[in-house]
């Protein structure tokens, strides 16, 4: 499975000066990621469900979003479109037949003439090259999308989910049941980044990527943070609070291998659910196939809450586009919308 042994550039140690990317979730520290959440939670809730789905504000009015699909999407081309609509942006949907990157120019020609055209970039892609190069030769904000090596977006999702439902996840013990894929690393980062416990049981052959696994291991124990590998979903899911897999082929796997029956045993079913605390969650990325990596029982049952974790892709990268590009008073933007809705006023 390629995408549990994506090759990925060393990361630098937080934002640094210049445009505002988003590649992976340790790129920020802990209380930049912690803004953007808290700031995606105000908005949500300002938001009334979709009673007022439109930020009053339009802080990003006449700021332009690029989208450049090289994989394809559901949740993250749809979050992203929508986000920027509602903080009153525009946005254009680019795929590989939609620019010369199909036939021949380069990644670095092709970040210096859109950068002159939009206001920030989110790349959907399969190769992590392709994403560092564009970051390289870009003088607008590049979000991650989706690479083979990571999904740092999904997991800002993921995490303002589990705090909806179950309060702060810092201390908090989370597995992970399945191949060690591109959404298990981005796990594995928040939580180095947030301070919690994450069980990871995969496949031996099918183990997250080392230097993601050296990079946690790396991180000061201050932080609060964990992660252990184990081969027994079993162990793993015990006690847990939240249990999360994705699908046992990635978009980035050769179509050939056959990974089923070593994914077998990882299978989140009711049975393997009872063993995590009573009141414990169960996320999925999605897209889901039923029977494969979850049973119906689970992924339709009381643990389930993989439609808000889907809906709050929408939340979180609002707060992602507005910290990209609203400058030092970011904050104060996303907070325009919680104002508004103690007014009670309608967009």
């Given at each position: 499975?390629?995408?549990?042994?994506?090759a990925?550039?060393?990361?630098?140690?937080?934002?640094?000066?210049?445009?505002?990317?988003?590649?992976?979730?340790?790129?920020?520290?802990?209380?930049?990621?912690?803004?953007?959440?808290?700031?995606a939670?105000?908005m949500?809730?300002?938001?009334?469900g979709?009673?007022?789905?439109?930020?009053?504000?339009?802080?990003?009015?006449?700021?332009?979003?690029?989208?450049?699909?090289?994989?394809?999407?559901?949740?993250?081309?749809?979050?992203?479109?929508?986000?920027?609509?509602?903080?009153g942006?525009?946005?254009?949907?680019?795929?590989?037949?939609?620019?010369?990157?199909g036939?021949?120019?380069?990644?670095?020609?092709?970040?210096?003439?859109?950068?002159?055209?939009?206001?920030?970039?989110?790349?959907?892609?399969?190769?992590p090259?392709?994403?560092?190069?564009?970051?390289?030769?870009?003088?607008?904000?590049?979000v991650?999308?989706?690479?083979?090596?990571?999904?740092?977006?999904?997991?800002?999702?993921?995490?303002?989910?589990?705090?909806?439902?179950?309060?702060?996840?810092?201390?908090?013990?989370?597995?992970?049941?399945?191949?060690?894929?591109?959404?298990?690393?981005?796990?594995?980062?928040?939580?180095?980044?947030?301070?919690?416990?994450?069980?990871?049981?995969?496949?031996?052959?099918?183990?997250?990527?080392?230097?993601?696994?050296?990079?946690?291991?790396?991180?000061?124990?201050?932080?609060?943070?964990?992660v252990?590998?184990?081969?027994?979903?079993?162990?793993?899911v015990?006690?847990?609070?939240?249990?999360?897999?994705d699908?046992?082929?990635?978009?980035?796997?050769?179509?050939?291998?056959?990974?089923?029956?070593?994914?077998?045993?990882?299978?989140?079913d009711?049975?393997?659910?009872?063993?995590?605390?009573?009141?414990?969650?169960?996320?999925?990325?999605?897209?889901a196939?039923?029977?494969?990596?979850?049973?119906a029982?689970?992924?339709?049952?009381?643990?389930?809450?993989?439609?808000?974790?889907?809906?709050?892709?929408?939340?979180?990268q609002?707060?992602?586009?507005?910290?990209?590009?609203?400058?030092?008073?970011?904050?104060?933007?996303?907070?325009?919308?919680?104002?508004?809705?103690?007014?009670?006023?309608?967009?």
């Amino acid at each position: 499975m390629t995408g549990a042994r994506a090759a990925r550039l060393p990361a630098t140690p937080f934002q640094q000066p210049g445009p505002r990317h988003y590649l992976d979730v340790r790129d920020l520290d802990r209380g930049t990621l912690r803004a953007i959440l808290d700031a995606a939670l105000a908005m949500k809730r300002a938001q009334r469900g979709r009673a007022y789905p439109l930020h009053p504000g339009r802080p990003l009015a006449g700021r332009t979003l690029g989208l450049m699909m090289e994989r394809p999407s559901t949740r993250t081309r749809v979050s992203f479109e929508v986000a920027m609509r509602q903080l009153g942006g525009d946005v254009i949907v680019l795929s590989p037949r939609d620019t010369q990157l199909g036939r021949g120019e380069s990644i670095p020609d092709t970040a210096r003439v859109l950068s002159r055209f939009l206001d920030v970039l989110v790349l959907r892609t399969d190769d992590p090259r392709k994403l560092h190069e564009m970051v390289a030769h870009s003088s607008v904000p590049v979000v991650n999308g989706l690479t083979a090596a990571s999904h740092p977006v999904q997991i800002l999702a993921d995490i303002l989910t589990f705090e909806e439902h179950r309060g702060p996840i810092g201390g908090q013990v989370i597995a992970w049941c399945g191949a060690g894929n591109n959404v298990a690393a981005s796990w594995i980062e928040a939580a180095m980044r947030f301070g919690f416990t994450l069980r990871l049981a995969t496949p031996p052959d099918l183990a997250p990527a080392r230097e993601v696994l050296d990079w946690a291991a790396a991180q000061p124990a201050s932080g609060g943070g964990s992660v252990s590998l184990t081969h027994d979903a079993a162990e793993a899911v015990a006690g847990a609070r939240c249990v999360v897999t994705d699908a046992w082929v990635s978009m980035s796997d050769d179509p050939g291998e056959d990974w089923a029956g070593a994914l077998q045993p990882y299978r989140v079913d009711a049975a393997l659910m009872a063993r995590a605390a009573p009141d414990a969650l169960f996320m999925h990325c999605l897209p889901a196939h039923r029977g494969e990596e979850v049973t119906a029982e689970v992924m339709d049952g009381r643990w389930s809450v993989v439609f808000d974790e889907a809906e709050n892709r929408l939340h979180a990268q609002k707060s992602l586009l507005l910290w990209t590009l609203g400058g030092a008073g970011w904050r104060a933007l996303a907070d325009t919308d919680a104002d508004a809705a103690r007014q009670g006023a309608a967009p």
